[in-house]
Protein backbone atom coordinates (compact mmCIF):
# COMPACT_ATOMS: atom_id res chain seq x y z
CA UNK A 1 0.00 0.00 0.00
CA UNK A 2 1.32 3.57 -0.64
CA UNK A 3 1.77 6.06 1.94
CA UNK A 4 -0.41 9.19 1.06
CA UNK A 5 2.43 10.94 0.83
CA UNK A 6 3.89 8.81 -2.16
CA UNK A 7 0.45 9.24 -3.36
CA UNK A 8 0.32 12.39 -3.58
CA UNK A 9 4.06 13.27 -5.01
CA UNK A 10 3.39 10.58 -7.76
CA UNK A 11 -0.16 11.75 -8.62
CA UNK A 12 1.54 14.78 -9.22
CA UNK A 13 4.33 13.86 -11.28
CA UNK A 14 1.79 12.11 -13.41
CA UNK A 15 0.29 15.56 -13.81
CA UNK A 16 3.81 17.04 -14.65
CA UNK A 17 4.29 14.33 -17.18
CA UNK A 18 0.71 14.56 -18.69
CA UNK A 19 1.56 18.15 -18.73
CA UNK A 20 4.78 17.71 -20.92
CA UNK A 21 2.82 15.44 -23.04
CA UNK A 22 0.57 18.07 -24.63
CA UNK A 23 2.96 21.08 -24.23
CA UNK A 24 5.21 18.74 -26.92
CA UNK A 25 1.76 18.12 -28.55
CA UNK A 26 1.20 21.83 -29.24
CA UNK A 27 4.74 22.33 -30.33
CA UNK A 28 5.03 19.66 -32.68
CA UNK A 29 1.50 21.41 -34.29
CA UNK A 30 3.43 24.72 -34.18
CA UNK A 31 6.54 23.21 -36.08
CA UNK A 32 4.10 21.44 -38.91
CA UNK A 33 1.95 23.91 -39.84
CA UNK A 34 5.64 26.38 -40.11
CA UNK A 35 6.58 23.13 -42.86
CA UNK A 36 9.27 22.06 -40.43
CA UNK A 37 8.08 18.82 -41.04
CA UNK A 38 11.49 16.53 -39.42
CA UNK A 39 10.84 19.45 -35.58
CA UNK A 40 7.29 18.61 -35.83
CA UNK A 41 7.75 14.63 -36.08
CA UNK A 42 10.23 14.93 -33.32
CA UNK A 43 8.12 16.35 -31.11
CA UNK A 44 5.29 14.41 -31.80
CA UNK A 45 7.10 11.43 -30.31
CA UNK A 46 8.49 13.37 -27.77
CA UNK A 47 4.68 13.86 -26.46
CA UNK A 48 4.19 10.48 -26.89
CA UNK A 49 6.99 9.43 -25.06
CA UNK A 50 5.75 11.51 -22.01
CA UNK A 51 2.54 10.02 -22.17
CA UNK A 52 4.35 6.94 -21.81
CA UNK A 53 5.92 8.72 -18.70
CA UNK A 54 2.24 9.31 -17.45
CA UNK A 55 0.68 5.74 -18.18
CA UNK A 56 3.61 4.10 -16.28
CA UNK A 57 3.39 6.56 -13.32
CA UNK A 58 -0.98 5.90 -13.34
CA UNK A 59 -0.26 2.05 -13.97
CA UNK A 60 2.71 1.59 -10.84
CA UNK A 61 0.38 3.95 -8.63
CA UNK A 62 -2.60 1.70 -8.92
CA UNK A 63 -0.89 -1.77 -8.86
CA UNK A 64 -0.09 -0.50 -5.56
CA UNK A 65 -2.91 -0.17 -4.23
CA UNK A 66 -3.59 3.62 -4.60
CA UNK A 67 -5.52 6.18 -7.28
CA UNK A 68 -4.01 7.54 -9.70
CA UNK A 69 -5.38 10.92 -10.82
CA UNK A 70 -6.25 11.86 -14.17
CA UNK A 71 -5.93 15.50 -14.51
CA UNK A 72 -6.96 18.33 -16.11
CA UNK A 73 -4.59 19.99 -17.89
CA UNK A 74 -3.80 23.66 -18.94
CA UNK A 75 -3.47 25.18 -22.67
CA UNK A 76 -0.18 25.26 -23.60
CA UNK A 77 1.76 28.18 -25.55
CA UNK A 78 0.63 28.01 -29.01
CA UNK A 79 2.75 30.04 -31.00
CA UNK A 80 6.65 30.24 -31.19
CA UNK A 81 8.87 32.70 -32.71
CA UNK A 82 11.39 30.67 -33.55
CA UNK A 83 13.13 27.26 -33.18
CA UNK A 84 15.88 28.07 -30.55
CA UNK A 85 12.59 29.68 -28.26
CA UNK A 86 11.18 26.57 -28.51
CA UNK A 87 13.59 24.16 -28.11
CA UNK A 88 15.26 26.33 -25.04
CA UNK A 89 11.05 26.44 -23.85
CA UNK A 90 11.89 22.50 -24.00
CA UNK A 91 15.20 22.27 -22.41
CA UNK A 92 13.99 24.45 -19.36
CA UNK A 93 10.60 22.61 -18.90
CA UNK A 94 12.74 19.17 -18.83
CA UNK A 95 15.35 20.92 -15.77
CA UNK A 96 12.07 21.81 -14.40
CA UNK A 97 11.19 18.01 -14.73
CA UNK A 98 14.19 16.50 -13.39
CA UNK A 99 14.05 18.84 -10.36
CA UNK A 100 11.13 17.28 -9.47
CA UNK A 101 11.81 13.88 -9.83
CA UNK A 102 14.37 14.43 -7.53
CA UNK A 103 12.29 16.12 -5.38
CA UNK A 104 9.99 13.00 -5.70
CA UNK A 105 13.17 10.64 -5.21
CA UNK A 106 13.89 12.91 -2.17
CA UNK A 107 10.60 11.78 -0.55
CA UNK A 108 10.91 8.30 -1.05
CA UNK A 109 13.81 8.19 0.77
CA UNK A 110 12.04 10.71 3.74
CA UNK A 111 9.01 7.89 3.35
CA UNK A 112 10.82 4.79 3.45
CA UNK A 113 9.68 3.75 0.49
CA UNK A 114 12.51 2.08 -1.06
CA UNK A 115 10.12 0.43 -3.32
CA UNK A 116 9.14 3.52 -5.33
CA UNK A 117 12.75 4.80 -5.20
CA UNK A 118 13.32 2.01 -6.90
CA UNK A 119 10.67 2.40 -9.92
CA UNK A 120 11.28 5.97 -10.03
CA UNK A 121 15.38 5.38 -11.13
CA UNK A 122 13.87 4.41 -14.49
CA UNK A 123 12.48 8.42 -14.57
CA UNK A 124 16.01 9.39 -12.99
CA UNK A 125 17.83 7.94 -15.81
CA UNK A 126 15.30 9.10 -18.80
CA UNK A 127 15.90 13.01 -17.15
CA UNK A 128 19.65 12.58 -17.81
CA UNK A 129 19.24 11.84 -21.58
CA UNK A 130 16.26 14.01 -22.11
CA UNK A 131 18.10 16.98 -20.54
CA UNK A 132 21.40 15.83 -22.72
CA UNK A 133 19.37 15.55 -25.86
CA UNK A 134 17.60 18.95 -25.15
CA UNK A 135 21.35 20.51 -24.58
CA UNK A 136 22.65 18.70 -27.85
CA UNK A 137 20.06 20.45 -29.81
CA UNK A 138 20.33 24.05 -28.23
CA UNK A 139 24.03 23.94 -29.41
CA UNK A 140 23.14 22.77 -32.53
CA UNK A 141 20.74 25.35 -32.94
CA UNK A 142 23.38 27.88 -31.56
CA UNK A 143 25.91 27.34 -33.80
CA UNK A 144 23.45 27.27 -37.20
CA UNK A 145 22.28 31.00 -35.78
CA UNK A 146 20.03 32.54 -38.97
CA UNK A 147 21.71 29.94 -41.37
CA UNK A 148 18.95 29.07 -43.78
CA UNK A 149 20.67 25.89 -45.08
CA UNK A 150 21.90 25.03 -41.36
CA UNK A 151 18.18 24.99 -40.57
CA UNK A 152 16.98 23.34 -43.53
CA UNK A 153 19.20 20.35 -42.60
CA UNK A 154 19.05 20.63 -38.53
CA UNK A 155 15.08 20.21 -39.53
CA UNK A 156 15.92 17.52 -41.54
CA UNK A 157 18.23 15.53 -39.72
CA UNK A 158 16.34 16.03 -36.15
CA UNK A 159 13.46 13.53 -37.20
CA UNK A 160 15.78 10.75 -37.30
CA UNK A 161 17.01 11.52 -33.67
CA UNK A 162 15.09 9.57 -31.16
CA UNK A 163 14.18 11.06 -27.63
CA UNK A 164 14.89 7.26 -25.72
CA UNK A 165 17.04 4.51 -26.69
CA UNK A 166 15.07 2.62 -24.67
CA UNK A 167 11.16 2.47 -25.05
CA UNK A 168 8.96 2.55 -21.96
CA UNK A 169 10.52 -0.31 -20.38
FE1 LIG B 1 8.94 12.73 -18.78
FE2 LIG B 1 10.64 14.68 -20.26
O1 LIG B 1 9.98 14.16 -18.67
Redesign the pocket.
Known amino acids: MLKEKIEEALNKQIKI?AE?SQIYLAMASWAETEGLGGTSQFLYKHSDE?RM?MLKLVQYVNERGGKALIPQLSQPEKVYNSLPELFQTLLNH?IM?SGEINNLVDICLQEKDYTTHNFMQWYVA??IE?EALARTIMDKLNMIGSDKGGLYLFDRDIEGISVNVEQGK
Open positions: ESEHEVEQE
